[in-house]
């Protein structure tokens, strides 16, 4: 079953996303870590990217819509769970037609709810490993007593350019202008499913796993 988990920054997204691949062998596929990745190619097309990510606008439909159509290629996968996209109506749009084309669809739409105040302490509290994107947080889970990596075992742990309060703002108004409007369209389409992503991490991955009916 392919499923798209949607919800502001700093929703659990991306720790729900790493979640589900491990139990359930899916594969997550975030726009975010592509271009993260892409941001450090050194060609102009990862320069521009890196400026609109460190202010929090997005990247054009054209760039995300062409990364996820690369990796939608690949067959016989147990499902995909798509993490930050899409992101635009003209995003989702394209995705319906990627995943027909492919002969696929989508099972469910999770949007993960959290109100402003709380996105804003996780996210300038956050930090991700460097090795393996396991996610932390200074507050409600740090970074182990002996600096290495739980999931991994190593020691370089980042915080995102983006995450500091000013990108926020424009990341969240973002969110609330372009992105929003999805909650809609899949509601329309049968889709959607809402959870509480305020709790602790595995409340929210019992929340989840009910909404989609396993
Ligand atoms: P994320 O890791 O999902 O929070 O994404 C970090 C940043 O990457 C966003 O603030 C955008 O600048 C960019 N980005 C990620 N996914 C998309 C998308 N689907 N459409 C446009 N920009 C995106």
């Given at each position: 079953m392919n499923i798209i988990l949607i919800g502001p920054?700093?929703?659990?997204k991306g720790t729900q996303a790493r979640i589900l691949e491990e139990e359930r062998g899916m594969t997550q596929l975030s726009t975010g870590d592509m271009l993260r990745e892409a941001r450090t190619s050194g060609t102009d097309m990862g320069r521009k990217v890196a400026e609109i990510m460190d202010s929090g606008g997005l990247v054009t439909d054209e760039i995300v819509i062409g990364l996820i159509e690369e990796r939608l290629q690949?067959?016989?996968?147990v499902g995909f769970i798509f993490d930050?996209?899409?992101?635009?109506l003209a995003q989702a749009a394209a995705l319906d037609d990627l995943l027909r084309a492919n002969g696929e669809e989508l099972g469910a739409v999770v949007e993960m709810q959290v109100d402003d105040d709380a996105l804003v302490a996780r996210i300038t509290a956050r930090s991700t490993c460097a090795n393996c994107g396991e996610v932390y947080n200074?507050?409600?889970?740090?970074?182990p007593d002996d600096g290495?990596?739980?999931?991994?075992?190593?020691a370089d742990f980042r915080r995102r350019a983006d995450d500091n309060e000013e990108s926020l703002r424009t990341r969240l108004m973002e969110y609330y202008k372009k992105t929003a409007p999805l909650i809609g369209y899949y509601y329309h389409a049968g889709l959607l499913r809402q959870v509480?992503?305020?709790?602790e991490i595995d409340e929210v991955k019992g929340e989840i796993a009910a909404s989609l009916g396993r």
């Open positions: 920054p700093g929703a659990g690949s067959t016989g996968e930050g996209f899409p992101r635009t200074d507050i409600t889970r740090p970074i290495k990596c739980s999931n991994c075992g190593a509480n992503g305020l709790g």
